[in-house]
């Protein structure tokens, strides 16, 4: 269980993280691609990377808040089956 709780934990902290460094080496992606397009960039072409960005910021924190929901679940199981004792 403690394996658990820590992988949990870990997770927790590291969903919203992962999220962000996706999206950051995602920017830093479209604006080399954008800086190396000879003709100005249509405004679809943006929006997609803008919305790929965003949308893994979205599931680092939905992985981040899951994970945080378990860890909780799983440690008042844990304090229940202690104190039942």
Do not use: Y
């Amino acid at each position: 269980m403690q394996k658990t709780t820590a992988f949990l934990s870990g997770l927790r902290l590291g969903g919203p993280l992962a999220g962000l460094v996706g999206a950051a080496c995602g920017g830093l992606l479209i604006a080399m691609s954008l800086a190396n397009m000879a003709a100005p960039a249509p405004m679809p072409l943006i929006a997609r990377g803008v919305a790929e960005a965003m949308m893994l910021i979205l599931l680092g924190l939905i992985c981040g808040a899951v994970a945080a929901i378990a860890n909780w679940a799983l440690e008042a199981r844990i304090d229940r089956v202690v104190l039942s004792d």
